[in-house]
């Protein structure tokens, strides 16, 4: 993947940018890809700072090696895989990258070196969900680092010339977490994914997803986003690629045939859509595994100072997101729909029907 300093068009998108775009459009998995699109050694450390990993630190790099060593590990002991020493001990940790992008030979390590990637990047996970259990940090404070990245990352790309009209983060209050888990069907224990939300409003609808590419480039690493959390109502990635030349060419590079979106709804493995959202309400969100580095004091020495916090995207340009305040899809309306539904769920059954002047009882 090329990381570049400027907004492109559809026409500049490279094979890895669509690839980028189709996991967040669909909420996919990285676990679930075949290669990567790395190019370079510059490529891979530009994507390890935007992990929070600095490429030159030696105690970054011995992070790094540690969480390959438990890969390999794992793959050795539990599958019996035959890996390779130059994947399991790199000369650089780039050329691991390099290897499952095809980039850099021997072309036969690319496979090894993809499975590796894969469970670097969940061993990584666990790490640092560990940590944050460990560390001595608040919520609140957790929420206003991420936060802090985010503002940061679109005051850079409003410098560069973005049409940005609006950006704004917010953090849940205790209440609104007591609803959102109230109004989930799973169960209380159920994971809120929206604590920490930003919401990015564009001018047009074609700077949507240039502006999506930039912010994978300047702030989100695209393997951290959580797959199944998106609710895309925007853009059909089908029709997108079937509508631009530049992009049909890509499309035999695919990891998946053009199909794969509609056999997701088809298996019903697409994200269902909110259920107290207006019909018309529209919009681009997602989640993602946001690195935040966490203050020295939080954390024991010799602990890493990388953890995750999720964060809430919605991307949209400026004509859907006045339509998305009209009427049945205003945020108002949102809520109250909401509220009546946790209330009707906390009081079914206990509450006694009234009853009319007939006598009859009503629910």
């Excluded at 095809?102 to 590796?116: N, Q, V, W």
């Excluded at 393997?223 to 035999?252: C, M, Y």
Aim: glycine share 6%.
């Amino acid at each position: 993947m090329i990381l570049r300093t400027s907004p492109r068009t559809c026409e500049q998108w490279s094979l890895g940018d669509l690839e980028t775009l189709r996991l967040v459009l669909r909420g996919g998995s990285v676990i679930d890809w075949r290669r990567i699109h790395f190019q370079t050694r510059d490529d891979v450390d530009r994507y390890l700072r935007l992990c929070l990993f600095e490429p030159d630190d030696p105690f970054d790099r011995a992070r790094i090696q540690d969480v390959l060593d438990q890969a390999v590990q794992y793959l050795r002991t539990t599958f019996r895989y035959r890996v390779a020493e130059e994947v399991a001990h790199p000369r650089e940790i780039e050329d691991l990258f390099l290897w499952a992008s095809g980039a850099k030979e021997p072309l036969r390590l690319r496979r090894i070196a993809c499975i590796a990637l894969k469970l670097m990047h969940v061993v990584h996970h666990v790490q640092a969900r560990a940590l944050l259990h460990r560390a001595r940090i608040s919520e609140d404070e957790l929420a206003h680092l991420a936060t802090a990245r985010v503002d940061q990352a679109a005051a850079q790309l409003r410098r560069e010339g973005l049409p940005i009209v609006s950006a704004s983060g917010s953090v849940k209050t205790k209440h609104s977490i007591l609803t959102k888990l109230l109004a989930k069907k799973e169960s209380l224990a159920a994971q809120v994914y929206d604590r920490v939300r930003y919401r990015v409003v564009v001018a047009t609808r074609d700077e949507v997803l240039p502006l999506l590419l930039r912010l994978c480039d300047v702030l989100l690493p695209f393997a951290f986003v959580v797959p199944g959390q998106t609710q895309n109502t925007l853009f059909d990635f089908k029709k997108l690629v079937q509508g631009k030349e530049s992009l049909r060419k890509l499309a035999a590079g695919l990891q998946a045939g053009l199909d794969l979106e509609a056999h997701d709804r088809r298996s019903g493995h697409a994200h269902e859509r909110n259920e107290f959202s207006g019909d018309g309400y529209r919009a681009l969100n997602f989640v993602v595994d946001l690195p935040v580095r966490l203050p020295e004091r939080a954390v024991d020495p010799g602990d890493s100072l990388v953890t995750f916090c999720m964060v809430e995207l919605q991307l949209l340009d400026q004509e859907t997101a006045l339509a998305n305040e009209r009427g049945r899809n205003s945020h108002a309306r949102y809520k109250k729909r909401q509220l009546r539904g946790v209330l009707r769920r906390l009081s079914r059954g206990l509450v006694v029907p009234k009853r009319t002047r007939g006598g009859k009882k009503t629910p």
